[in-house]
Every structure is written in C-alpha cells, then in structure tokens.
C-alpha cells in the first residue's frame, strides 16, 4: 500500500488504527456507507485484516495438520483457504492479489524467515512457497486498473495526513525492496551486510532483521528506508557478492 502512495499504520506503534464506533456510526447516520465511514478512521490493512475495534475480514487456515510446530517446519504441499468473513471490495481484492503474487515469486511466507542463513535446522529455508492455482477469495477478481488503485490510497492518505498522520521512512515500502529470486547470499556475505556502517541496518534487539536470504533454493529479499543514498550504497554492495537485483519499483511498474 506505501508503495503505491497509500498510508498503511505500524501495528505495532501507539499511533495504530483504532476504530472509534461512536465515530462510525456518527458518519453511518449522516449518510455515509460502511466503507467510506472506515476510510476516515482506518488504513486499508487494518480495513483488511483487522484492528481494535474492526474485526478481520477474511480468516486464512490450513488444510495440513503437520504445520504446526513453529520450531520443526514443513516440507511438501498444503492447501491455504481463504475465507470471505466480510465482503471484499474491489480495492482490497486487488491488493490481496499483488500480495500474494510477490509471496510467491520474489518473497516467503510464515514467521521466522528473516533468521536465515543459519544452520539451525528450523531455520533452513522454510517459507518459500510455490503456487498452483488461483485463491478461490471471491475469485480475486478485480475491475480496478492500477491507476484506479493509486487514486484510491492516495485519496486515502490525504484523509490521513489531515489527521497528523506520517509515515517514518523506516517503514517497509515496496518501492525500497530489493529482490533476488534466483540467488543469496552465505552467512558470513549476510553479516557484512549487516555491519554496513548504514544504522537503519543494524536494527535493534526484538526487531526482525530487514533482510533474509535462503541457501538451498537460492533467494533472497528484503528492505531500506525510504532514502535513495541507503537504497543504492545496498544494491551496489549485494550486486559487487553477484546477486541479480530486482527492485520494488521495476515489480510495480512492469507486474502490477
């Protein structure tokens, strides 16, 4: 959503959305339908996926009573369902869509894949995911254009940026992800990556790494801040250990 000029809240800050329901059905009674009364309060992933106050409006399971432990992995074919909680508009069906496009060409899915490279065996290359079939969420079928899509978020954040709300350039933006579907790094090329003398690298204790890169089915992804210099002093230092780049910016004007 950043990437295409929308505002997307940090879940994890103490300016995440929260749906006021005064305030909603306030906006409902003075006419307004559902969807534009949540635009005033809410961004579109917590539209999508829920917040205080608003409930999820698809719920996804897994059909393969093996993926359980977090701490073992799994290997071999599982079914995702995705399940219509609340009806889906046009908008977030399409972003649902380029999500799960990115997952599975350039990205990984789960928890705990920016731990790698490691030799722990739960951290192996667990997360890479290959698709067969399309998501059956009411068939992900959207009339919107990507010109459309642009329009609506940025609508969107002008509502949002009224209400004082930024958006730190720490924050993940696709525009400032780099991608290597076919190549990654090894251990020892990933710290000094890390140690670049680049603080935003570095991270903090508790906070997920901005990188992860897998050994046996080479791949590789991850992020910068928002700042061209950062950006491009990354790209040049992962091209110089052979990596072949592709950038955010290239997917969302040549895939989306």
């Not at 997307?8 to 305030?23: E, F, G, N, V, Y």
């Not at 990984?108 to 030799?119: E, N, V, Y």
Request: charged share 35%; aromatic share 12%; glycine share 8%.
């Amino acid at each position: 959503m950043r990437g295409l000029g929308g505002y997307a809240c940090d879940p994890t800050s103490d300016k995440r959305c929260r749906l006021d329901q005064r305030k909603f059905f306030k906006a409902i009674d003075a006419g307004k339908d559902a969807e534009h009364a949540l635009d005033e309060q809410i961004c579109p992933a917590c539209k999508l996926f829920g917040c205080t106050g608003w409930g999820r409006k698809i719920k996804i399971t897994i059909n393969h009573s093996n993926i359980q432990d977090v701490n073992v992995g799994f290997e071999g074919k599982f079914s995702i369902k995705f399940v219509e909680i609340k009806t889906l508009t046009d908008e977030e069906k399409w972003l649902l869509d380029k999500t799960l496009y990115l997952i599975n060409k350039y990205g990984t899915i789960g928890a705990r894949c920016t731990l790698k490279p490691s030799d722990k065996p739960y951290y192996r290359d667990y997360g890479i995911v290959r698709a067969e079939g399309k998501p059956d969420v009411g068939k992900l079928e959207s009339h919107f254009s990507k010109e459309q899509l642009k329009n609506y978020l940025a609508r969107q954040r002008e509502i949002f940026e009224k209400q004082g709300c930024t958006m730190p350039s720490e924050w993940p933006d696709l525009r400032y992800f780099i991608f290597a579907p076919d190549s990654g790094l090894e251990s020892g090329e990933y710290r000094e990556i890390q140690v670049l003398d680049i603080e935003f690298l570095h991270g903090e204790k508790g906070k997920a790494n901005k990188f992860a890169s897998f050994k046996l089915k080479k791949r590789f992804w991850g992020y910068t801040k928002a700042d061209e210099y950062v950006f491009n002093r990354v790209c040049k230092e992962l091209k110089k250990k052979g990596l072949e780049l592709k950038y955010g910016k290239e997917v969302i004007e040549n895939e989306f």
